[in-house]
């Protein structure tokens, strides 16, 4: 949108001496050349989403908002929106651990958790010491900003897969202070005009610093106890799958492969015909994991992953040392279509053979803008070959596939900025006209909603809950 072109400091804006370097316009201008320019040379998927021309029109538009020299925040702001528009979840620019370090070390972070709905946004926790906001409270402006110009902006640089806007949701409500801060405002005090009932009323809260507010979920990841978790009660199976990630499973202290095989040889010794999994917040991990869960909703060999591309560029650095873990991409037409090789987490998985103990009951799947990456290719996997009932909102991973694979993180020069650019492009087995830059849609959708939060429902698992029952009476 061209209001998120706008996107600059404020003239208050109060930045640690890390970001306040100056790039003059032919030096902004070279940097942003340079980001795009990778892009185009080794993102398999830059146009995936966006035809060459409204890419270009896209980044042009970026160096036409650059009319002064800029700060390096300015700057990051500006490539952000550029590696956003690829529409691609795995593409990604950061701060330096140094940069992100010096911001959180000052109180420069709204002290509210808030929900977002549209172009409105709700309090749902208060962490600041003024007492005088309730949970509820609608929030109209922050710092004379309006909140649906805030959210257009946030809109503009939370990465997500295509055209999905329940991730960026989703990223709003664990994590608003963090993108306000970096995308729109710098600062330690903010003045809101806020809405109760119909009362409109202004208050000014100070800032508080990231280690005294980031907690279990809000503003970073859990560290969990379980990632697997399974049990069987009333005759329905209750799995939860929070991670596919090998690294998050093992800090559980948890064996993934034995632990789904004992959960489904229970379901079928016990004969459970109704199963609930939750793969809300699941954001991805390793492919092989996810294959090897959805194997065991299929009685027969099925196809996973339809080919997996890189671009000519990477093609031709799959040589020497590399030829060892890596075989080469094969050139058909205009595409290089990668091989399959020892690293099995950068296989595409063309035919899977199916679990022995595969499940033979209804299986209800909850799904939310949190599901990416490997978890979002096992709901399209599953969505398409309709082994299940999804109960949610739209995955924020896309239902074509992603573009992922090998990922590396490497320095923008002179900025200490970091971006991510994924060397594999994945298409999965599902038809390719449907839901076409969209996720997995949900058969019956559940929305997160303001009342939910502050009531403590799980209305996601009321409503599987609700279709087994009305099953059962029916098996009766």
């Not at 590696?83 to 990604?92: E, F, P, V, Y």
């Not at 503009?156 to 995308?183: C, E, H, T």
């Not at 799959?318 to 890596?326: A, M, S, V």
Request: aromatic share 10%.
């Amino acid at each position: 949108m061209l209001t998120s072109l706008t996107i600059s400091a404020s003239a208050d804006e109060i930045l640690p001496k890390s970001l306040r370097k100056k790039y003059p316009i032919d030096s902004a201008f070279l940097l942003i050349d340079d980001l795009v320019g990778e892009l185009k040379k080794s993102h398999p998927g830059i146009y995936r989403y966006n035809s060459k021309e409204e890419f270009s029109r896209f980044t042009d538009s970026i160096k036409e908002s650059v009319n002064d020299s800029i700060t390096l925040i300015e700057l990051y702001r500006k490539l952000k929106m550029i590696t956003t528009k690829t529409k691609c979840l795995h593409t990604d620019l950061r701060l330096s651990d140094s940069q992100s370090e010096e911001l959180n070390s000052y109180p420069n972070l709204l002290p509210l958790q808030v929900y977002v709905a549209g172009a409105r946004a709700f309090i749902v926790r208060n962490l600041s010491a003024d007492t005088d906001l309730l949970e509820g409270d609608e929030l109209l402006s922050i710092n004379e900003r309006p909140i649906p110009e805030i959210i257009n902006q946030l809109i503009a640089v939370i990465p997500s897969d295509g055209f999905n806007r329940s991730l960026k949701y989703r990223a709003m409500y664990l994590q608003f202070p963090l993108w306000y801060r970096n995308a729109i405002n710098v600062t330690e005090h903010f003045d809101l005009v806020v809405k109760r009932n119909s009362k409109i009323f202004k208050i000014a809260l100070k800032g508080r610093k990231f280690p005294e507010l980031a907690g279990n979920w809000f503003l970073k990841e859990p560290v969990r106890e379980k990632v697997l978790d399974f049990r069987i009660e009333n005759n329905i199976g209750f799995l939860a799958i929070h991670s596919f990630a090998k690294t998050d499973i093992k800090r559980a202290g948890q064996n993934f492969r034995k632990f789904i095989d004992q959960a489904f040889t229970a379901l079928g010794e016990q004969k459970i015909k109704h199963l609930v999994v939750d793969l809300r917040d699941n954001t991805g991990g390793s492919d092989p994991n996810a294959v090897y869960f959805t194997s065991h909703f299929f009685d027969q060999s099925f196809h996973y992953g339809d080919k997996t591309l890189v671009t000519k560029e990477i093609a031709k650095q799959i040589k020497g040392i590399y030829r060892i873990f890596y075989k080469k991409p094969v050139q058909k037409d205009s595409l290089w279509y990668w091989q399959d090789g020892r690293v099995k987490d950068l296989n595409t998985f063309a035919v899977v053979k199916n679990a022995k103990n595969n499940y033979k009951g209804k299986s209800y799947i909850l799904i939310n803008g949190f599901c990416m990456s490997s978890c979002a290719n096992v709901t399209a996997i599953l969505a398409h070959n309709r082994k299940s009932i999804f109960i949610g909102q739209e995955t924020g991973g896309g239902y074509q596939g992603n573009n992922s694979g090998m990922l590396p993180e490497e320095p923008i020069s002179n900025t200490g900025l970091l971006v991510t650019v994924p060397l594999q492009a994945y298409y999965l087995a599902v038809k390719p006209t449907v839901n076409v830059g969209r996720g997995t849609l949900p058969d019956y959708t559940v929305n997160f909603s303001l009342q939910g939060i502050m009531n403590g429902q799980d209305a996601e698992a009321g409503k599987a809950i609700e279709l087994i029952e009305q099953s059962m009476k029916h098996e009766h």
